[in-house]
């Protein structure tokens, strides 16, 4: 099947192929027709397997083709509507979508902005009053927005809900539920949740939100991608960081994503790295937003070989090739599990997915075996067997609260969250970089395409998007 047969636009479809994708994956397979014929939607699809295309364009072609509710009508406090609103957890998914919105509509004529916390407000204020099309958004900024008058939602006509079960993980779920108070009915929207798994939770709030929804799955709930290789490795708690780093020499892994459970733990464990000889930067909710996009840029760039990070980058994170992830820490929540090593393996390619695994932690692993139908192999470093004598002791951070999936927001969830409500949008040098302007991009046909068209090039054959 090829894009052409979608139904999509000859516009979006000339940005489609000068990406490089030619086959679309089965996630876009099934939601792009159905986003397109104006239905709701809840999808589930592994993480890496394109689901953010398979929003962004149908809902790039589909207002293409209207011209929007608000036309001819005088704006409420000074501020256009906004016709198209993208919810997500963090701020690197946040900016992950907006790039792939600016790209892939870099023929078509409009607006978008993205806004987050963790820099000044007054650049996107500036932004939303010259009128915005798609916005992109996490919750408590948007609120913050919407309490200052500088952001109409009230003539929506489509909401996207990406990574809803994050949402509910982050205790996001009642700035939701504030979101959707300033929307108009859910009949008279079109609404979108996306995500890589789907709770029971999750699937009881989606049909209080979602109107007569399709439901769309390619691949068991919570499972994992097949072309990761998934190993653990039993180690005593203090012996952790010393074999991460033999593993990282033997091994020779240039380009290494870890996953620790605390922001304390990512600080201290970058330092340690970076004393055995290993470049490494740590990010998590507490830097700044100029310091996490310096780290990730360098992470990318191959000037920084380990990135240590806490769950609030595993959603968002969007690594050309990245071959290994580590558990240094099992997270509290299997879930999370998914979605950490989720992060290799992407658009068809191979990865590895390491856990080290300290006697406190048999439980977690437990957990996360059930939860992916799936018994890890166990692997053993001589020298680094674990001493029997040790005996477990309970794992005091994070423990479950309350009820449902996750009400244990740790201290790096409710820092991001907090965060969040602090600043907004890219830092102006990223925005000016990516549009011209704070925050956001004016796509105006042919002339977007010199300023959107990314330059690193990619190979057209049996690329998928």
Known sequence: MSFESLGLSAEVLRAVVEEGYDTPTP????????VLSGKDVMASAQTGTGKTAGFTLPLLQRLSQSPG???????????????????????ELAAQIADSVACYGRYLDFRSAVVFGGVSINPQISQLRKGVDILIATPGRLLDHAGQHTVDLSQLEVLVLDEADRMLDMGFIHDVKR?????????????LLFSATFSREIKQLASRMLNDPQLVEVAPQNATADRIEQQVYMVD???KRELLSKLIHDENWQQVLVFTRTKHGANRLAEQLERDGLSAAAIHGNKSQGARTR???GFKASKVRVLVATDIAARGLDIDQLP???????????????HRIGRTARAGLSGKAVSL???????????IERLIS????RLQVDGFAPDPSIKAEPIRMGQRQGQGRNRNRGPDQAGDRAGGRSGTGYSSAHSAARSGGPGGSRHTGGQAATRNRRTRSRSSSGRTA
């Open 237 to 239: 708690k203090g012996r």
């Open 27 to 34: 996630i876009q397979q099934k939601a792009i027709p159905i």
């Open 69 to 91: 509710r608000s036309s001819g009508q005088r704006f409420r406090h000074g501020v256009p509507p906004v016709r198209a609103l993208i919810l997500t957890p963090t701020r």
């Open 295 to 297: 780290a990730l840029a």
């Open 324 to 338: 290994n992830v580590v558990n240094f820490e099992l997270p509290n929540v299997p879930e999370d599990y998914v």
């Open 179 to 191: 979101v959707l108070a300033l929307l108009p009915e859910t009949e008279q929207r079109q609404n």
């Open 374 to 377: 799936r018994e890890l192999p």
């Open 357 to 367: 695994v300290c006697i406190d932690e048999s439980k977690l692993l437990k957990d």
